[in-house]
């Protein structure tokens, strides 16, 4: 069980890098005017629902894995909380437990967007200062 969360958390991550990469590829493709601003628009748009997806889904993941070694939500004190999670997971279920508490996954994502967020620039900006440095090879090798 605890793979498979792992495996989709690592796909999500993927998108979410890959994304504004593969956005880049599409808009080339369409040969419009405006670049940036449709980059930007759908960049923030879908880069959004990925990062929300991705808080949403590390809470949601903890709560399967909880459920999954036998941790009670509806018990009324930590004796009946644990009482059918085995030995051997008991470390692993109050680590679980402990990250679930604090703040909610909608602020970690919002947190986490502000963050990532420069990326969508940074790809930007590579992608424009490669096609700069081609052009430029480009018109030296055609002067020569």
Known sequence: MEILIKIITLLLLVG???????????????????KFLYYLFFGILITSVLTFTIGWWSDASNQILLNHYGYDYDAMNDIERFKNVSEQNMNRVKTLEITM??????????MAYIFYSPYLLIVYL????????????RQQNISE
Do not use: R, V
């Open 16 to 34: 979410l890098i890959t994304t504004p990469i593969l956005l880049l590829i599409g808009l080339k493709k369409l040969n419009i005017k405006n």
């Open 126 to 137: 590579i992608n424009y200062f490669i096609k700069k440095k081609k052009l430029t090879i």
């Open 101 to 110: 508490m604090g703040i909610g996954w909608p602020l970690k994502a919002i």
